[in-house]
């Protein structure tokens, strides 16, 4: 699989700079998924990467980009669960336990934001792309 992070970071930019409320007065929130569609767009995300689909907009309404450093990298998902909410977050996020070939078990947070295109994200790869803390 080539990776090509050029594509990756153009489509991180562009979300973002559309997530930001660019069109004058719109409130941030406006671009909020609810928990429950946030929590469908990481299950469909995950569930399209453990089916063995090469990294990409994963087709729907809404459309939905997945953003994990390691699907990129063309590491194969053989298990996930979903677990419980994380309270108090920016942004619906999720807790998930999963298994990643060749590696422990391990659980992760993952986001969503946007409303179409979804942007789900691992945590992690959201806060190198944002340059959050």
């Keep these: 699989m080539?990776?090509?992070?050029?594509n990756l970071a153009t489509r991180?930019?562009?979300g973002l700079f559309f997530l930001s409320g660019c069109s004058g007065g719109n409130s941030p929130s406006?671009?909020?998924p609810s928990k429950q569609l946030a929590?469908?767009?990481i299950d469909s995300a995950l569930k399209t990467w453990k089916s063995g689909v090469p990294l990409g907009e994963i087709a729907g309404k809404p459309a939905i980009n997945m953003f994990d450093e390691r699907w990129q990298l063309g590491k194969k998902l053989e298990s996930y669960e979903i677990l419980d909410e994380v309270a108090g977050s920016e942004h619906p996020q999720f807790k998930v336990r999963l298994k990643i070939t060749g590696s422990?078990?391990?659980v992760n947070e993952f986001l969503?934001?946007?409303i179409d295109p979804l942007l789900v994200f691992r945590e992690k790869d959201y806060r190198k792309a944002t340059g959050a803390k």
């Design 2 to 6: 080539t990776c090509n992070t050029g």
């Design 12 to 14: 991180v930019v562009l």
């Design 30 to 32: 406006r671009y909020e």
């Design 39 to 41: 929590r469908s767009a």
């Design 104 to 106: 422990a078990e391990e």
């Design 112 to 114: 969503a934001v946007g």
